[in-house]
């Protein structure tokens, strides 16, 4: 069982910044494209952002595209999302999930593991 744990979400206002940090379990944490993907209240669970096994991989919903930045580091076993210029919009429970395929990333539904989420509020 491939555990995450997501931190580093709170409240802010808009055109502040917050990065988010997903810790993961297990020695095949490198194997997995790992996903940061939110969900806001009455809405569908979106996907945000996704990146490869190395890191050189990147892939971003259009509404972040060139606010927010994914990276990981396999030698912490952490993924993180920098989220730059936060809009209201952007307020939703964030979620580090991994996923076996690169095809899969911007569904949902075909992630593997989950973490618990935390919430980002920005308010205007």
């Known amino acids: 069982q491939v555990q995450l744990v997501e931190s580093g979400g709170g409240l802010v206002q808009a055109g502040d910044s917050l990065r988010l940090a997903c810790a993961a379990s297990?020695?095949?944490?490198?194997?997995?494209?790992m996903g940061w993907l939110r969900q806001a209240p009455g809405k569908e669970r979106e996907f945000v952002a996704a990146?490869?096994?190395?890191?050189?991989?990147?892939s971003y919903a259009d509404s972040v595209k060139g606010r927010f930045t994914i990276s990981r580091d396999n030698a912490k076993n952490t993924v993180y999302l920098q989220m730059n210029s936060l809009k209201p919009e952007d307020t939703a429970v964030y979620y580090c999930?991994?996923?076996?395929?690169?095809?899969?990333?911007?569904?949902?539904?075909?992630?593997?593991?989950w973490g618990q989420g935390t919430q980002v509020t920005v308010s205007s």
């Open positions: 990146i490869g096994w190395r890191g050189a991989s990147t």
């Open positions: 999930a991994a996923v076996r395929y690169w095809v899969d990333i911007i569904y949902p539904g075909r992630y593997d593991y």
């Open positions: 297990g020695r095949t944490f490198s194997r997995y494209y």
